[in-house]
């Protein structure tokens, strides 16, 4: 008899402490990431490569006809185009993440959520700027790697404070950057499927792991 009291007692002690781990878990780490969010996301940049695309080659048919282009504008307008569609998927990503904490009775702006801000926004910034960088010294053809590369080391960064699935997502967005760099002529393809088919693919993926 002692002997199984003994043994309920350890079994409530070990369901305590994996309560209190889940708990402390949830309070580091933000859990109210919606897996909506990255298809959403993954859409956008469909559709920004589209507009891009189409961008090109009306100069590239300008260009065979004999014309003259305005690079500057055509750098502008697809500036535009990747401004809209960073607005838009950090717009949606947390009216999805919002909705979602409610949803669940959990705090949107937590401890784990600013954790998770600082430590991606360390490497986005940079390479935000780097970008700029580039584009104003002309350096095109390595703008979607570097784009690309920074975004991976983002996510990367942020895994530890939310899911861990975002690590994977991050390495690959940076073995994609790595292998664009090498073929920077196929800049616009692999910078649609970083951002668009991996992210698609990725949001479904957690959407129903997490969000269901």
Known sequence: M?????????QDIHAELSSIRDLMERSAKFISLSGLSGVMAGIYAFAGAGIGY???????????EGHTYNEELLIIKLFIVAIAVLVLSIGT???LSVRKAKRNGQPFWSAGSKRLLIN???PLVSGGLFT??????????????????FYGMSLVAGSHYTYSGIRSLGILEILLG????????????????????????????MHFRYDK
């Open 2 to 10: 002692n002997n199984k009291v003994l043994l309920m007692k350890e």
């Open 54 to 64: 189409s961008l090109l080659q009306g100069e590239y048919t300008t260009l065979r």
């Open 93 to 95: 990503g947390i009216w």
């Open 120 to 122: 991606m926004a360390i």
């Open 132 to 149: 700029i960088i580039l584009v104003y010294r002309g350096y095109y053809g390595v703008v979607a790697p570097a784009t690309l590369i």
């Open 178 to 205: 790595l292998l664009c760099a090498v073929m920077p002529d196929y800049g616009l393809i692999f910078w649609s499927v970083g951002f668009g088919l991996l992210h698609i693919i990725y949001g479904t993926v």
